[in-house]
């Protein structure tokens, strides 16, 4: 049995650095419900950071999600 897969992209403009970084990645169809919960609920408790500066991307909701763009490809 083939397992079906599905990429997640993301990118981080960080507003501290004006680094623009961008991630794909592939993950299982059952893990799409854990990437597609990501853009519904940020932690803003334990820090995200910038991968240049280090800056934290957390800082609210409406903070990370200026800075962070989210997209689960099929």
Do not use: W
Request: net charge positive.
């Amino acid at each position: 049995m083939q397992r079906e897969l599905m990429g997640l992209n993301y990118t981080i403009d960080c507003r501290a650095c004006g680094a623009h970084t961008e991630y794909r990645t592939t993950i299982g169809r059952s893990s799409s419900l854990a990437a597609a919960h990501l853009v519904d609920h940020i932690d803003t408790e334990c820090a995200i950071r910038c991968p240049v500066c280090r800056a934290r991307l957390n800082n609210s909701r409406a903070d990370f999600l200026a800075q962070v763009c989210i997209e689960l490809k099929a």
